[in-house]
C-alpha cells in the first residue's frame, strides 16, 4: 500500500496518482482514505 498510487474518477470527485506516503500501523491494515478539495 505504501507508495502505491491511485487514481479514482466518481461523480463528484476525482482523484489523480494519489500516493500514500506512509504504512498504516495496524495489523490488518484497514483503507485509508483523505478528502479535500483541489
Do not use: S
Not at 479514482?8 to 483523505?34: E, I, M, T
Amino acid at each position: 500500500m505504501e507508495g502505491e498510487t491511485v487514481t479514482f474518477n466518481g461523480k463528484h470527485q476525482r482523484v489523480r496518482d494519489a500516493k500514500l506516503l506512509f504504512p498504516p500501523l495496524q495489523q490488518p491494515r484497514p483503507p485509508l482514505y483523505f478528502g479535500g478539495l483541489v
